[in-house]
């Protein structure tokens, strides 16, 4: 049981209380798998890991020490606080903060060495101005948008963009780099936007005289058009054992690396025609078991998953019926023998049953990453192996 573990989690309880029965675990040893199936993929390319959101649910600071013992080349941060919380946890690997920059905060990314994205003309000369005021190079990678219309300077202008970096003395263009708008789902697209971020690599290495990593793939990217890998890939979701939708599980050499359990807390024998939690969604059809699991959409467990969702108990898959409650769901077990204090998973593995993300985003009508990254800060995140 968990409670014996001698794993470490990223949230602080008194000494003498005991963990709550709901947690997630986190398997370093798939994370490793991961990082380094990825790396074997592309040699000579070097990785950006992307842990922005917490590391996507799964904890932001021990996802980043292990990516320094795994020698990831850059880490990548949706935001300053993130990447000041890196740097405050003495993280000394380059952090790239991906997200757009306000001017204020501009003396914060030079004071902790975080390297900014350059996204317009207008931040680019105020990055210069306030470095060359604190006696700094800033370290700036160049946005170019290719066509997601996001952030980033329009393809259109991106050659003067890079020939008004190249003239500025207090900042040093460490990359040059876009986003995919739709990898998953549009190739022509996704091929004419990396086209567009391939046309600036040439006049680049005349204009800085050197030659400047230039990169645009992430997830999607990397599985689907690995041949524009360029000099640095940004893989975020496959770090993590995920894939984009349930039609990359077939080939997918990936190994998840986030798994959610609870225990049962409450057992009951409901009679026919009975009606289950909130507005009585459910009504019983026979005679039955109902579980009660303390796990709901306050642990970012899924209301839309009310009805439709399963668990595994023993193995055995069992719908989850009812509302989804802030802190509860109700399980329908049948005849099968169950107690107190029996595992549940809800996602993972357990005996010769699995629950996987992809399958519950079609369910949600949403994606692998919103799963992850709505797991609440009450749940405790327990983290495996890594030695």
Request: hydrophobic fraction near 40%.
């Amino acid at each position: 049981m968990h409670k014996n573990s001698t794993q470490t989690d990223t949230h602080h309880y008194p000494p003498l209380l005991e963990r709550r029965p709901t947690y997630a675990e986190v398997d370093l040893e798939a994370f490793k798998h991961n990082f380094q199936h990825i790396r074997a993929k592309f040699p000579g390319v070097k990785i950006a890991a992307i842990v922005k959101a917490d590391a996507y649910g799964h904890g932001l600071l021990p996802i980043a020490r292990y990516l320094e013992k795994l020698r990831a080349y850059y880490l990548g941060v949706g935001f300053l606080e993130e990447g000041i919380a890196l740097r405050e946890d003495k993280i000394a690997l380059p952090i790239l903060v991906l997200g757009g920059v306000a001017g204020f905060q501009i003396d914060h990314f030079l004071e902790y060495d975080l390297d900014l994205t350059a996204s317009s003309h207008l931040i680019l000369s105020e990055i210069d101005r306030r470095a060359r005021r604190m006696n700094r190079i800033a370290k700036v990678h160049l946005k170019i948008d290719t066509g997601m219309n996001r952030i980033g300077v329009n393809y259109r202008r991106g050659l003067e963009f890079l020939e008004a970096a190249a003239k500025l003395p207090g900042l040093e263009v460490k990359s040059v780099y876009s986003h995919l708008a739709s990898a998953e789902t549009d190739r022509e697209f996704t091929e004419e936007q990396c086209r567009r971020l391939q046309e600036f690599r040439a006049p680049a290495e005349k204009i800085f005289r050197d030659k400047i990593p230039f990169h645009i793939l992430n997830t999607a990217g990397i599985l689907n058009h690995p041949g524009w890998a360029m000099d640095l890939i940004r893989p975020g979701l496959m770090l993590y054992g995920l894939n984009p939708d349930l039609s990359y599980l077939p080939q997918s050499k990936l190994q998840p690396v986030l798994s959610v359990k609870s225990e049962i807390v409450f057992i009951k024998r409901v009679q026919p025609g009975e009606g289950i939690s909130y507005g009585l969604t459910h009504t019983t059809s026979r005679e039955t078991t109902i579980v009660t699991i303390p796990i709901g959409y306050g642990d970012g467990y899924p209301v839309r998953l009310s009805n439709k969702g399963q668990v595994l108990i023993k193995g055995k898959r069992f719908p989850i019926v009812g509302k989804v409650c802030m802190d509860q769901i109700m399980v329908d077990t049948g005849e099968e023998r169950v107690r107190i204090g029996e595992e549940v998973v809800l996602i993972g593995k357990q005996e010769t049953g699995s629950i996987t993300i992809e399958e519950i985003c079609p369910l949600t009508d949403t994606i692998p990453y919103e799963i992850t990254c709505g797991l609440t800060s009450r749940v405790p995140r327990l983290f495996l192996g890594g030695e």
